[in-house]
């Protein structure tokens, strides 16, 4: 018992325990308590909705010994040897398998003759996978099919089936189970099955299975089994931030994160695109939206910066990759190709790529006609008094620089003042002590510490940059705060080898766009988005004054730098995307064109 699956082992085994479908439930109890059964259903609907569940359940109460009010006992020999896939009543085929026209000839053949129980059962699963021939042989049988037979076809497209069939059949629809049915399942099963989980647990699992019970409770398993770890769970939003970015090297390090935690690249691929999709319909219909509230805030101020075209294409791109990869030797290439393509208008050209390039300049536009004129002055470190290193000068050209802008818009806006750590006294008293550290700091990063770290930890320390410093404390800005917690989990090693490596202890704060990240090193609850204040804050376009200037300062930094001060950026150390890809993929090989 304790092996087997979760989904399995909850399984409904009764039409009053399938959740969410309530009128399809109605329909079957109804027909069956009245006599009145069909002799072929079509049942639709997403995977993992609990169409085979009510397959079988149909199946056991049409040959159930004690059938009441249309519900099966559960109790008797009939009912238990189908629960047991042992019934010689009930035949399950899957087209995606058995999709020949033998397959069907066999199965027409056989329909006519007698069965032990007063009705013979055939669920045809993924039914939509039938060649035309078969298709055609099954007709004939729903046209005139044997009095004591039944037909159960399952699909997860009916719209790939042909009219004909479709005609034959009472269809019944299966729908995604709204989120709060779900969460109160989800919650119910991992009390039921002893699993000592929290909440953020639960939440991840629910955000991975998408609506679907079946999913979602694989997904709860996967949890369990690593004691309700939820730090491996792939960071969808990175890859929302990626985007935003128009950064290559960002978006193709987070999926070789998500690969090096074990997670297969097709499976990774599906969690993008549901999670694209929740963005997408975060703007359009957000009650569709299956995940807890406060991650539905973070997800909804990511769309208002994309916007739906370029979400819609990042879905169609993705999509496609998905096809494809199904016959690729090493799908995980397709799936980079595809990211870098989003992430990189000039690799893409298309006409989609272009409405996504005007998206997001409107987008720009939008930002910089809400923002306050600009201080004349560089800004500087608080602590220091210096301007602050890093930004701009290390990137490449091309790159936009909206990384701070796109900083999530959520994390606490109103309360920044208050949070701004007090300058140490010993710091503010030597600049320029401070001022020669912070050269050879950035220095002894670029140069020797980076190559030290193993490469996980280079690529998460990759995202992020050392923007300045508060006496022995130095500011390592990260793109987000859940990114600043995952470095955060590193951090005793590289400050250990910063602090070898400069000979001096150095300690490590995360920044977002210059403000401290929450404490790391006390997460209230690990791969949780940052808190929100329940009100989606999409853009910084809202007409508050407070948080427009504290969101838009951020770019400023690295734009209007006194170029004088970056002596830490020798050209040599600008990380361009390949150098990142190669951060990526340790022990790879840069071979040039020459
Ligand atoms: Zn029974």
Same mark, same amino acid.
């Given at each position: 018992?304790?092996?087997?699956?979760?989904?399995?082992?909850?399984? &409904?085994?009764?039409?009053?325990?399938?959740?969410?479908?309530?009128?399809?439930?109605?329909?079957?109890?109804?027909?069956?308590?009245?006599?009145?059964?069909?002799?072929?259903?079509?049942?639709?609907?997403?995977?993992?909705?609990?169409?085979?569940?009510?397959?079988?359940?149909?199946?056991?109460?049409?040959?159930?010994?004690?059938?009441?009010?249309?519900?099966?006992?559960?109790?008797?020999?009939?009912?238990?040897?189908?629960?047991?896939?042992?019934?010689?009543?009930?035949?399950?085929?899957?087209?995606?398998?058995?999709?020949?026209?033998?397959?069907?000839?066999?199965?027409?053949?056989?329909?006519?003759?007698?069965?032990?129980?007063?009705?013979?059962?055939?669920?045809?699963?993924?039914?939509?996978?039938?060649?035309?021939?078969?298709?055609?042989?099954?007709?004939?049988?729903?046209?005139?099919?044997?009095?004591?037979?039944?037909?159960?076809?399952?699909?997860?497209?009916?719209?790939?089936?042909?009219?004909?069939?479709?005609?034959?059949?009472?269809?019944?629809?299966?729908?995604?189970?709204?989120?709060?049915?779900?969460?109160?399942?989800?919650?119910? !099963?991992?009390?039921?099955?002893?699993?000592?989980?929290?909440?953020?647990?639960?939440?991840?699992?629910?955000?991975?299975?998408?609506?679907?019970?079946?999913?979602?409770?694989?997904?709860?398993?996967?949890?369990?089994?690593?004691?309700?770890?939820?730090?491996?769970?792939?960071?969808?939003?990175?890859?929302?931030?990626?985007?935003?970015?128009?950064?290559?090297?960002?978006?193709?390090?987070?999926?070789?994160?998500? !690969?090096?935690?074990?997670?297969?690249?097709?499976?990774?691929?599906?969690?993008?695109?549901?999670?694209?999709?929740?963005?997408?319909?975060?703007?359009?219909?957000?009650?569709?939206? !299956?995940?807890?509230?406060?991650?539905?805030?973070?997800?909804?101020?990511?769309?208002?910066?994309?916007?739906?075209?370029?979400?819609?294409?990042?879905?169609?791109?993705?999509?496609?990759?998905?096809?494809?990869?199904?016959?690729? &030797?090493?799908?995980?290439?397709?799936?980079?190709?595809?990211?870098?393509?989003?992430?990189?208008?000039?690799?893409?050209?298309?006409?989609?790529?272009?409405?996504?390039?005007?998206?997001?300049?409107?987008?720009?536009?939008?930002?910089?006609?809400?923002?306050?004129?600009?201080?004349?002055?560089?800004?500087?470190?608080?602590?220091?008094?210096?301007?602050?290193?890093?930004?701009?000068?290390?990137?490449?050209?091309?790159?936009?620089?909206?990384?701070?802008?796109?900083?999530?818009?959520?994390?606490?806006?109103?309360?920044?003042?208050?949070?701004?750590?007090?300058?140490?006294?010993?710091?503010?008293?030597?600049?320029?002590?401070?001022?020669?550290?912070?050269?050879?700091?950035?220095?002894?990063?670029?140069?020797?510490?980076?190559?030290?770290?193993?490469?996980? !930890?280079?690529?998460?320390?990759?995202?992020?940059?050392?923007?300045?410093?508060?006496?022995?404390?130095?500011?390592?800005?990260?793109?987000?705060?859940?990114?600043?917690?995952?470095?955060?989990?590193?951090?005793?090693?590289?400050?250990?080898?910063?602090?070898?490596?400069?000979?001096?202890?150095?300690?490590?704060?995360?920044?977002?766009?210059?403000?401290?990240?929450?404490?790391?090193?006390?997460?209230?609850?690990?791969?949780?988005?940052?808190?929100?204040?329940?009100?989606?804050?999409?853009?910084?376009?809202?007409?508050?004054?407070?948080?427009?200037?504290?969101?838009?300062?951020?770019?400023?930094?690295?734009?209007?730098?006194?170029?004088?001060?970056?002596?830490?950026?020798?050209?040599?150390?600008?990380?361009?995307?390949?150098?990142?890809?190669?951060?990526?993929?340790?022990?790879?090989?840069?071979?040039?064109?020459?």
């Amino acid at each position: 018992m304790a092996t087997q699956a979760l989904y399995r082992r909850y399984r &409904p085994r009764r039409f009053d325990e399938l959740k969410g479908q309530d009128h399809v439930v109605k329909a079957l109890r109804d027909s069956v308590a009245s006599g009145r059964e069909g002799q072929a259903y079509l049942f639709s609907g997403p995977r993992g909705t609990g169409k085979t569940s009510a397959a079988r359940i149909l199946a056991k109460v049409l040959n159930c010994d004690n059938e009441h009010d249309g519900e099966p006992c559960c109790e008797c020999e009939s009912c238990l040897a189908v629960e047991r896939g042992t019934s010689y009543d009930v035949h399950e085929l899957d087209a995606a398998s058995n999709n020949g026209v033998d397959a069907i000839r066999d199965l027409v053949e056989k329909a006519s003759l007698g069965t032990p129980g007063r009705h013979k059962v055939y669920i045809l699963d993924e039914v939509h996978m039938l060649s035309r021939a078969a298709e055609a042989a099954l007709l004939k049988t729903l046209e005139e099919p044997p009095p004591h037979v039944v037909f159960v076809l399952a699909t997860t497209d009916p719209q790939k089936m042909s009219d004909t069939i479709r005609s034959r059949t009472q269809h019944l629809q299966f729908h995604l189970l709204p989120g709060d049915t779900l969460a109160a399942h989800v919650k119910w !099963v991992a009390d039921d099955a002893g699993l000592d989980l929290s909440q953020a647990a639960l939440d991840a699992a629910l955000l991975q299975g998408g609506g679907s019970a079946r999913d979602t409770l694989s997904a709860l398993e996967l949890l369990a089994s690593t004691g309700g770890d939820v730090s491996d769970v792939t960071d969808l939003d990175e890859f929302l931030a990626a985007l935003i970015d128009q950064d290559a090297g960002r978006i193709l390090t987070a999926m070789g994160h998500a !690969v090096s935690m074990g997670h297969d690249p097709r499976t990774i691929t599906e969690d993008i695109v549901r999670h694209l999709r929740n963005a997408f319909l975060s703007l359009m219909a957000p009650e569709l939206v !299956v995940m807890p509230p406060d991650q539905l805030d973070t997800v909804a101020a990511r769309a208002q910066q994309l916007g739906p075209a370029t979400l819609v294409r990042a879905i169609e791109r993705l999509g496609s990759a998905l096809v494809d990869m199904r016959h690729a &030797p090493d799908p995980r290439i397709l799936v980079e190709v595809a990211l870098v393509q989003l992430t990189d208008d000039s690799t893409a050209g298309d006409a989609a790529a272009l409405l996504g390039r005007i998206d997001r300049l409107e987008q720009r536009v939008k930002e910089l006609a809400d923002a306050p004129v600009r201080p004349a002055a560089a800004p500087t470190d608080p602590a220091t008094g210096r301007a602050l290193l890093g930004g701009a000068a290390r990137r490449p050209a091309s790159e936009p620089t909206s990384a701070a802008a796109a900083a999530p818009p959520t994390a606490e806006p109103a309360a920044q003042p208050a949070e701004v750590p007090e300058p140490a006294p010993a710091a503010a008293a030597q600049p320029a002590a401070a001022a020669v550290a912070a050269v050879s700091v950035a220095d002894a990063w670029e140069q020797t510490v980076k190559g030290q770290l193993k490469p996980l !930890v280079r690529a998460l320390y990759s995202a992020g940059s050392f923007v300045g410093n508060d006496g022995d404390t130095w500011h390592f800005d990260v793109p987000n705060e859940p990114h600043g917690k995952k470095c955060a989990e590193h951090r005793p090693a590289v400050e250990a080898a910063l602090s070898d490596a400069v000979g001096a202890a150095v300690t490590i704060e995360f920044v977002v766009g210059g403000k401290p990240t929450g404490r790391a090193d006390a997460p209230a609850a690990p791969g949780t988005p940052p808190p929100s204040d329940g009100v989606p804050t999409p853009t910084n376009a809202a007409g508050d004054a407070a948080p427009v200037a504290a969101t838009a300062a951020a770019p400023e930094a690295d734009e209007d730098i006194d170029l004088g001060e970056l002596t830490d950026a020798p050209p040599e150390s600008v990380q361009t995307p390949i150098d990142r890809l190669a951060e990526a993929f340790p022990g790879s090989e840069l071979i040039s064109d020459d």
